[in-house]
């Protein structure tokens, strides 16, 4: 199950991100499906997953290409709700040569997605391993999909991006988050180390927090383990789609019983081949070609 949002990207390409009174030039655009929900359903789709995805867009061009473009990534859109006095949702980004990016939402339908769309489709949680959450979407709406979540025995993830405060209600129905460093601070600036923070969401009773690092990789903490996982090396050409790769790929490997460590290890491989391609969902690895590299590489990690 994926409960979040789902844009339309609108991918600017420049020689460095914009600045308070500048102005710059954009070398080409792209637009392409997005929105955490959408990427995280297809990156678990490429796996050979069975996703569901409760998101909204609007009644609009932008909905039809957008849906037309999961039902041919094989995400079902029966979760999808459509809201008629809304737009569907955009985000702009601008992606330097480096593959560093800023990231602006116009969110149009999804923040229209209630706690009553999630509550009208709780039969979509029935048999789901783990629940993907992230707040592109109004927190309510998170904490609804988290408690249901919970009540159908579904394991939550949660990716807090742009999120400054994380609320009793929700972190008391996580069972795995995962903030990039950016975002690990801004939720506890109180601590300068990625091992305090990690501690930190530990100790609000959050059994599994994995910090990713990008090119430092990604830290663990947990009861039994709290311990650094290196990054693969590849040539990162585009960053904007790393954490959702991450995301499916330790989902997706988790659901079939690989352990923690291995589905970290395996997700870290994932984000690697994601930020080395243009795009997002172009760029979101499939099965096959990823057990292919580990086969190679590290065939351990496969059982």
Avoid: W
Avoid at 165 to 182: F, H, M, Q, V, W
Avoid at 198 to 204: C, M
Avoid at 246 to 266: G, K, P, T
């Amino acid at each position: 199950m994926v409960v979040g949002a789902i844009h339309q990207d609108n991918v600017f390409h420049v020689d460095t991100l914009p600045q308070a009174g500048s102005t710059i030039k954009i070398s080409n655009a792209i637009c392409a499906p997005g929105g955490k929900g959408a990427n995280q359903a297809i990156g678990v789709a490429h796996l050979s997953g069975s996703p569901f995805l409760i998101a909204a867009v609007g009644n609009d061009y932008e909905a039809i290409h957008l849906l037309d473009i999961l039902n041919k990534e094989n995400v079902p859109t029966t979760g999808i709700c459509k809201k008629n006095s809304a737009r569907t949702g955009h985000s702009y980004i601008y992606l330097e040569d480096s593959g560093e990016s800023a990231i602006t939402i116009l969110p149009g339908a999804n923040d229209k997605l209630t706690p009553d769309n999630i509550r009208k489709r709780e039969n979509l949680f029935h048999n789901c391993r783990f629940c993907l959450l992230s707040n592109e979407i109004p927190i309510e709406t998170v904490i609804t999909a988290a408690k249901i979540a919970r009540q159908n025995g579904v394991e939550t993830i949660f990716k807090p991006a742009a999120l400054k405060k994380l609320p009793a209600k929700l972190y008391e129905n996580i069972d795995i988050l995962i903030p990039n460093r950016r975002e690990a601070a801004a939720l506890c600036p109180q601590y300068s180390s990625v091992e305090q923070q990690a501690d930190y969401f530990y100790q609000l009773g959050i059994p599994t927090v994995i910090i990713t690092l990008g090119a430092d990789g990604c830290y663990l903490k947990t009861a039994e383990s709290a311990k650094y996982y290196p990054a693969v090396d590849l040539n990162v050409i585009d960053s904007t789609g790393g954490a959702d790769a991450f995301i499916s790929a330790f989902a997706s490997y988790r659901s079939e019983n690989y352990s923690l460590e291995q589905s970290i290890q395996i997700a870290t491989i994932a984000a690697a081949f994601c930020v080395s391609r243009q795009g997002v969902e172009s760029a979101l690895i499939d099965k096959n070609s990823l057990e292919l590299y580990i086969a190679k590489e590290q065939s351990d990690l496969l059982h």
